[in-house]
């Protein structure tokens, strides 16, 4: 157990629609990614919060969005689903300022778009 | 830009060593890890190198880094089944936090 948390585990909806992904990062960590994982592309990084504010930006659509609130835990708005966003969403956290940065990721949400 | 590239598929026998490689593109990488995820699981670090370094060792695992070739490898020493994961070679750049990862590695132990 990473002590990252992520709801819901399993998210199936239809195209056109909006979802809200919600990560909790391990007690004390300041930093949030989002990364995403499809067969296709592999992983891919979207966005890093830290404390609060937007840290890095990667390859995240317009459609979707991120937050990181004062408690640090961050959701993930993805809207005008389309096939092609299904995929597993992990959630990482880690303590910005130590070397190497190890992130800690959560167990993930599998994202289903029929 | 970067780009993290491993061989797609490994299977090794139970006793054995694995080698799993890697290469990557971006030449301001300071830090290179190794991820292991298992089904259904998210991932979770196994070791990591960073880019002045030629070698390292820890337990079962040594990863070796040839900075001039970007090429990065991890042996994992006396294979188990329970060693069976798909495996991600990633980096980081000094400029920011964010792993750029490669495709992983689907390495099976057969007993």
């Known amino acids: 157990d990473s002590g990252v948390t992520q709801t819901p585990k399993h998210l199936i909806t239809a195209t056109g629609q909006r979802v809200t992904l919600r990560c909790s990062p391990r007690?004390?960590?300041?930093?949030v990614y989002w990364y995403q994982q499809s067969l296709d592309q592999g992983l891919q990084f979207l966005i890093q919060?830290?404390?609060?504010?937007?840290?890095a930006k990667g390859n995240i659509l317009e459609r979707f969005s991120a937050q990181q609130f004062p408690d640090l835990h961050s959701e993930l708005n993805l809207s005008s689903l389309e096939l092609g966003d299904s995929a597993l969403y992990f959630c990482a956290s880690s303590v910005e300022g130590v070397v190497y940065n190890e992130q800690f990721f959560g167990p993930g949400t599998r994202l289903t778009v029929l | 830009g970067e780009d993290v590239e491993q061989s797609l598929f490994l299977s090794v026998r139970e006793g054995d060593s694995s080698v799993i490689n890697c290469t990557y593109t971006?030449?301001?990488?300071?830090?290179l890890y190794w991820y292991k995820q298992e089904p259904g699981a998210g991932l979770q670090l196994l070791t990591y190198?960073?880019?002045?370094?030629d070698m390292k060792q820890d337990q079962r695992l040594t990863v070796l880094l040839n900075k001039k070739d970007k090429h990065l490898s991890l042996r994992i020493a006396d294979t188990q089944t329970g060693d069976s994961a798909i495996y991600f070679c990633?980096?980081?750049?000094?400029?920011?936090?964010?792993?750029?990862f490669g495709k992983g590695t689907l390495l099976t132990v057969n007993p």
């Open positions: 971006d030449s301001s990488s300071t830090y």
């Open positions: 190198i960073f880019s002045n370094m």
């Open positions: 990633a980096e980081t750049a000094s400029s920011n936090y964010k792993l750029t």
């Open positions: 007690s004390g960590d300041l930093s």
């Open positions: 919060y830290y404390n609060g504010e937007e840290r």
